[in-house]
Structure formats: C-alpha cells, structure tokens
C-alpha cells in the first residue's frame, strides 16, 4: 500500500475518483465513511465510464 493510505468518500464523483488514481498511480483505493464500505478499483471506475 501507498503510503499515507489513500482513502476515498462514497460522495466524491467518478470523474474526480478517475483523476485521483491516474495521479498517484493508486489501482484500488478503500471507501470508507466511519467504517469500510468496500474497494473501489480501475476496473470498476471503467466499468462506470461504459
């Protein structure tokens, strides 16, 4: 893992979500909002795009 861990909120948007992984080079990144709520990937930021 990266570190500081990065993190992503279930509210930010796709296309900020795309940016932010493109920039730190990061594939998959855990949701969190006070607990774990699941991984987002690559794979499924391109899915979403489809």
Known sequence: MTKPCIVVNPD????YV???FANTGIRR???IK???LGI???TD???KAM
Do not use: M, N, T, Y
């Open 12 to 15: 930010l948007g796709v296309e």
């Open 18 to 20: 795309a940016r932010l």
């Open 29 to 31: 990144a855990p949701v």
């Open 34 to 36: 006070d607990k774990l």
């Open 40 to 42: 987002v990937s690559v």
């Open 45 to 47: 930021l391109l899915r």
